[in-house]
């Protein structure tokens, strides 16, 4: 089954679900607001994507919370992502062995028809 990762109300996920609705794709949504992702979670996609590739620094909280500002080490940015997982690039996507950040059509038409 495909595991998707985000918020429902993110234009990205919302894509996604999409996708996965018109090609009747089974996928479970693990909304971060209401189930957040644990800090085994996020170590586990950061031994398949680079941390730049997950971590959102366009996204508002990375800006409320001055992250720009902190000069943070990787550990201090994996910290903070496992504290706020609005942090985290959306969707995250789990299928087989493979994790996928974003939404992209044509990746998603490569992997799952």
């Known amino acids: ?9 993110c234009d990205s996920v919302k894509k996604a679900l999409k996708f996965f ?19 085994d979670k996020i170590s586990f996609w950061l031994k398949s994507i680079e ?22 080490t990787q550990e201090e940015q994996i910290d903070y992502l496992c504290k706020e997982n609005l942090l985290i690039k959306r969707p995250v996507i789990e ?13 998603y038409e490569g992997v799952f028809i």
């Open 95 to 107: 299928f087989e062995s493979k994790i996928m950040v974003g939404f992209n059509k044509e990746t």
């Open 21 to 39: 609705k018109e090609h009747n794709l089974e996928y479970k949504l693990n909304d971060f607001k209401t189930d957040p992702v644990s800090c």
């Open 51 to 72: 941390l730049k590739s997950i971590l959102n620094a366009r996204s508002t909280t990375y800006r409320n919370l001055k992250l720009k500002e902190k000069n943070l």
């Open 1 to 9: 089954m495909i595991q998707i990762y985000g918020i429902k109300n």
